[in-house]
Structure formats: C-alpha cells, structure tokens
C-alpha cells in the first residue's frame, strides 16, 4: 500500500487491461484518485474496471489503441468527461517481441515502434494538450512513462525492444524540457521495470529457451535473478508503488528523471 495521496486526481492508465497497468491503476486508485483504464482488450479492460469499482474506486474504460491518434483525442476527451478532469497520464502500453538482431522481422520491428515509441509519444501528445494551460483539464499534471530496465542493459535477443525503451527514456527528458520551457505546468518522468514474471515476463523467458540462449526457462530467470543484487524478479506493486509516487506531490520538483525499479540490475 502506497502511502501517498492523490485524492481528488483523475489518471489515464494505457494498457491497463492486465499485467503491470493494471496494478498501476489499483495502486492509483487505493491512493484516491479516479481511473481510466484505455487498453485495445475492450473485455479484459471492462473486468479489470469492475473489480475496481467494487473495491470502491471511480473507474472508466475507454477503448483506447495507443498507435492511433484519433482515437488517442476521443479516449482522452472521454476520460476528462467521465472523470471530470485529467491530472495523470501513464503511458505503459508496451509489446515486448523476442529476437536476435541477425534474425530480425523488419514488421516485428515496425510494430515494437509503433507501440512502444510512437504509442507513448502520442500520449504525450494529447496529455499535454489536455493537461497544460487552456486545455480541456488545463490544471498541469503529471505524465509517467514507462521504459524497462532493458534501455539500461545489454541483454541478448531484446535488442529492438530496447531500442524502443531507450527511445521511451529520450522522449520523457525532451517531453519534460518541452513542459517546462513552454509553461504546461506537466512533470514528466519514467520508470525503468526490472523483470516481471507475469505474461510478457514469463514469455520472454521461454523465447529465450527457443533461441537456445539458455537451456530452461528457470534457467533464464535464475541469470536474471543473478544480475540483480536484491536477488528476486520484480512485483506488480514494485512497479505501482514507483508510479504512485512520481504521480503524486511527493515527486514536485522531479521531472525528466528515469527512476529504476530493478532490485538494481541496471546499477
Ligand atoms: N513484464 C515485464 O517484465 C516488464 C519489464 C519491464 C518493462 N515492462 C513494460 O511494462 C509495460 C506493461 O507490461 P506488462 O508486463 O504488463 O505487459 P502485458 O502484455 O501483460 O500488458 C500490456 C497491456 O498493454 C495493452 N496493449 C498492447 N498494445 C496496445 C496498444 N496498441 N494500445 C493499447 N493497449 C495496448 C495490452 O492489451 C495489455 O493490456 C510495457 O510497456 C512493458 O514493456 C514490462
């Protein structure tokens, strides 16, 4: 349980259908404020938005493609509808998709860009325009990204996808500079996860079985756990917890900053 406030804040959760988005926004909502789930998993979204309003917390979702621009400005003019305002963006939508570079499907690659890098600049984007001074929320806020321990490291067989999170990490130092420089009133930060073992974790641990790079998947976890001096994978509420405080007022004076969440691994 985060022991931060945001009572009175309304956060736009992308890919918060399942997995870590989904911890995010149950985070957010037992620190106060009011949710809105936009994911692509119309169904897995609804469920995760009931099970929050039955613990007790406003929540929305609003279908919500991240590569697409006109439906990033109708999910976002839902959300301050809906919510009556807009103060947090997270934009954790993300594929990971495993292969060494020699082997690399120029479409995979398009599709980790699209989602990951493009995905996360348009919700920039619309966060700013509705966030900064004039625009339809207009109270400022706060945008949190998130990368992966993968733009801090070299692991084998994640190469486009790191690509992708370092692009992740670049676009929230110029997004915050951008804020600050033009008066948005928005502080923009980044989380970089350590390895999660939930679907994209588990996945990426057996493609690397299949590319022969380790022989069992409790093999590739146990390099991971090796690299990592806290000595275990990551938690959902690991990762909540990071993006509840850099939403919140205890994180005023920090924008364009990547807060690691790794046990270390990326040191
Ligand atoms: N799981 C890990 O170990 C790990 C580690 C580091 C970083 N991350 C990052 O954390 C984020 C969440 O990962 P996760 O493990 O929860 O993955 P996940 O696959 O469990 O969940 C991803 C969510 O994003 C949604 N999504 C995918 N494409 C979308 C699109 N185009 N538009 C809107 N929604 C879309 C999916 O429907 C799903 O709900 C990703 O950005 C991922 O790269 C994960």
């Not at 099970?51 to 990033?72: H, I, M, N």
């Not at 959300?79 to 594929?95: K, M, P, Q, R």
């Not at 600050?180 to 990426?204: A, H, I, S």
Request: charged content about 20%; some cysteine.
């Amino acid at each position: 349980m985060s022991g931060y406030d945001l009572t009175g804040r309304r956060a736009l959760v992308t890919g918060g259908a399942r997995g870590l988005g989904a911890g995010m926004a149950e985070a957010l909502a037992r620190a106060g404020a009011a949710v809105a789930i936009g994911d692509v998993r119309e169904d897995l979204g609804k469920d995760t938005v009931e099970a929050l309003r039955a613990s007790g917390a406003v929540a929305e979702f609003v279908p919500l493609d991240v590569t697409d621009d006109a439906q990033w400005e109708r999910a976002v003019a839902d959300t301050v509808a809906s919510l009556g305002g807009l103060d947090i963006v997270v934009n954790n939508a993300g594929i990971e998709i495993t292969s060494p570079l020699a082997d690399l499907d120029p479409d995979d690659a398009r599709r980790l860009l699209e989602v990951n890098v493009l995905g996360t600049a348009l919700g920039i984007k619309h966060a700013f325009r509705a966030m900064r001074p004039g625009g339809a929320a207009g109270q400022g806020g706060a945008i949190v990204n998130i990368a992966s321990v993968a733009a801090t490291i070299a692991f084998p067989a994640i190469g486009m996808y790191s690509a992708t999170k370092s692009a992740v990490d670049r676009l929230t130092r110029v997004a915050a500079m951008e804020s600050g420089k033009l008066g948005y009133g928005v502080r923009v930060n980044c989380v970089y996860p350590g390895l999660v073992p939930n679907e994209m974790g588990t996945r990426l641990a057996n493609d690397l079985v299949e590319i022969g790079l380790f022989p069992s998947a409790e093999a590739a976890v146990g390099a991971v756990v090796d690299l990592t001096p806290q000595g275990r994978l990551g938690d959902s509420s690991d990762m909540a917890d990071a993006v509840v405080f850099l939403a919140s007022d205890a994180a005023r004076f920090i924008t364009g900053a990547g807060l690691p969440v790794d046990g270390g691994m990326g040191m």
